[in-house]
Structures are given as structure tokens and as C-alpha cells.
């Protein structure tokens, strides 16, 4: 059974960093695609970034490019968002979400962020960016 488990999420300061962590079970990242989505009060869901096993390659919004990066850890078998330069635009609910439909990040580019490809999703990780 799939399961994710995001953790890292705090209150940060503009312009600091946090370091998101989605811990997953039940399947081998190698044959799946994980992503970042985050949800703010009042706004759609938003793909952040994603990272596909079969070819590790990555996919970036460029709402965040230059400033988040996904990582993964096979050993470990967690994905890691690693967010700098934080603003307080950033705050929402973070998730992360497994498929096994999308193949590769970097071929399937924006198409790899919508949602609609995600089958399984983990409880989300609130990042509060305030002064």
C-alpha cells in the first residue's frame, strides 16, 4: 500500500529556509513520480516541483525555480524539497503525491505538475512564512 508521510514544515522568516521531507512506503520511488503541491487558504492547488525515478529528472514551477529544489534519497526512499529565499507568498500547505503515470519530469515538463496524474497523496506540512 502506497503512503506518504511529509514532514519539515514550520514558521519561518521571510527569506529563510526549511527543508521539506516526504517519507514513503509501500513502493520503490525508482518506478514512481513524486511531487510538491502546496494549497493556500482561499487559492487552487499549485504543483511545485516534481522528480521522476525512471530517468531522475526534475520538473520546477517557475513560481519557485531558483529558489526550491527536489531532491530524493533512494536509500532512504524520501523525497526532499529544499526551499531558500522564503516569502510570505510561500506559506500554505505543502504535499507531496506519488503516480505511477508520469514517466519523466523533464520530457513531460508543466504536464508532469498537474494534479490529476496523482493517485496518492500524503496529510500535507504547513509552512508559515511571517515576520
Known amino acids: 500500500q502506497v503512503h506518504l508521510v511529509e514532514s519539515g514544515g514550520g514558521l519561518v522568516q521571510p527569506g529563510g529556509s526549511l527543508r521539506l521531507s516526504c517519507a514513503a512506503s509501500?513502493?520503490?520511488?525508482?518506478?514512481?513520480?513524486i511531487a510538491w503541491f502546496r494549497q493556500a487558504p482561499g487559492k487552487e492547488r499549485e504543483g511545485i516541483s516534481c522528480?521522476?525515478?525512471?530517468?531522475?529528472?526534475?520538473y520546477t514551477a517557475g513560481s519557485v525555480k531558483g529558489r526550491f529544489t527536489i531532491s530524493v534519497d533512494n536509500a532512504k526512499n524520501t523525497v526532499y524539497l529544499q526551499m531558500d529565499s522564503l516569502k510570505p507568498e510561500d506559506t500554505a500547505l505543502y504535499f507531496c503525491a506519488a503516480s505511477n503515470r508520469v514517466t519523466s519530469a523533464q520530457h513531460m515538463g508543466v504536464i508532469s505538475l498537474l494534479s490529476g496524474w496523482y493517485d496518492n497523496w500524503g496529510q500535507g506540512t504547513q509552512v508559515t512564512v511571517s515576520s
Open positions: 522528480i521522476t525515478g525512471s530517468d531522475s529528472t526534475t
Open positions: 509501500g513502493f520503490t520511488l525508482d518506478a514512481y513520480a
